[in-house]
């Protein structure tokens, strides 16, 4: 079975750093384009970053543009989010996910992604 399990969050405060990670197994990493979403409290999810097979990332929301990077270790099996300069607004359950398209669209949508981590929660404390 596939498997997707993301770790990483926890409790930072404003200003600060964290790296999400995301092992995948049970399918051909590289074979895929990966993204994260994140879900806010009372907001619907969103897409946050997604990146290509061979690692060309695409940025979906502005306000996180420059400080979140997404990344791929594809020897590893393993999707990454570096965030810094964090803000209270980027409080959310982060989820990983994996696009067998191998490519990012214009528009990150949940229903192009087949399999789906259960996420990991970052809060950031004012």
């Known amino acids: 079975p596939v498997q997707v399990v993301e770790s990483g969050g926890g409790v930072v405060q404003s200003g600060g750093s964290l790296r999400l990670s995301c092992v995948v197994s049970?399918?051909?990493?590289?074979?895929?384009?990966m993204g994260w979403f994140r879900q806010s409290p009372g907001k619907e999810r969103e897409g946050v970053s997604c990146?290509?097979?061979?690692?060309?990332?695409?940025d979906y929301i502005e306000r996180v543009k420059g400080r979140f990077t997404i990344s791929r270790d594809n020897t590893k099996s393993t999707l990454y989010l570096q965030m810094n300069d964090l803000r209270p607004e980027d409080t959310a359950i982060y989820y990983c996910?994996?696009?067998?398209?191998?490519?990012?669209?214009?528009?990150?949508?949940?229903?192009?992604?087949?399999?789906w981590g259960r996420g990991t929660q970052v809060t950031v404390s004012s």
């Open positions: 996910a994996a696009n067998s398209a191998m490519y990012c669209k214009r528009e990150m949508r949940e229903r192009d992604f087949e399999n």
């Open positions: 049970g399918l051909n990493f590289a074979d895929y384009a």
């Open positions: 990146i290509t097979w061979a690692g060309y990332p695409t």
